[in-house]
């Protein structure tokens, strides 16, 4: 993959397309690889699933910075138009990611609630007949709450990331 997208910039730049083309690299999930006793991304929503890549590279883009704001995909729908040039829309979901490269206020970002879901699809209703399984998380900052739905039974986990990156630590009792 890095060759390959070697290959891509580099044709972008010899053909003097790399300062008006914008490249996204981004995916819809990661993947456990044992973490939390599976392998996969199906129905989870640890982190090892939510955070995936997002790199950008463009005009209106500050090269060699890193971002550790955690940010949304939805944020790619006010973001792309505006590096663009175009117009913004009110009625979109998610941040002008912009904000967090131009030294604007952080908060917006850090305090807004991050959303994610994990629901069940025909193997888990062959194998548990009746249930649809739905599994949520919400995170603000560094506290981040799973709610793993099974039929009417739901269990509740709180984490905080500062402390447990890789969640281990359940903390639900104590909150």
């Known amino acids: 993959l890095d060759t390959e997208l070697g290959r891509l910039l580099a044709f972008l730049d010899s053909s003097g397309r790399g300062d008006d083309t914008l490249v996204v690299i981004t995916s819809d999930h990661g993947e456990e690889f044992?973490?939390?006793g599976r392998v996969?991304?199906?129905?989870t929503t640890h982190q090892q699933s939510l955070r995936v890549p997002l790199i950008m590279r463009g005009p209106g883009?500050?090269?060699?910075?890193?971002?550790d704001t955690p940010v949304s995909l939805v944020d790619?729908?006010?973001?792309?138009?505006a590096l663009a040039g175009l117009p913004g829309r009110d009625d979109l979901d998610g941040l002008d990611l912009s904000g967090l490269w131009r030294d604007s206020d952080p908060r917006p970002f850090s305090q807004r609630y991050l959303y994610g879901e994990a629901s069940g699809g025909i193997q888990e209703q062959e194998r548990l007949p009746g249930v649809y399984p739905i599994f949520t998380s919400i995170r603000q900052g560094?506290?981040?709450?799973?709610v793993r739905r099974l039929g009417p039974d739901a269990e509740y986990l709180l984490y905080d990331l500062a402390e447990d990156p890789e969640e281990r630590r359940d903390i639900a009792s104590q909150h």
Do not use: M, Q, W
């Open 142 to 146: 560094d506290f981040k709450l799973i």
């Open 76 to 81: 790619l729908a006010p973001t792309l138009p």
């Open 40 to 43: 996969g991304h199906f129905l």
């Open 61 to 67: 883009l500050p090269a060699g910075i890193r971002v």
């Open 34 to 36: 044992l973490e939390h």
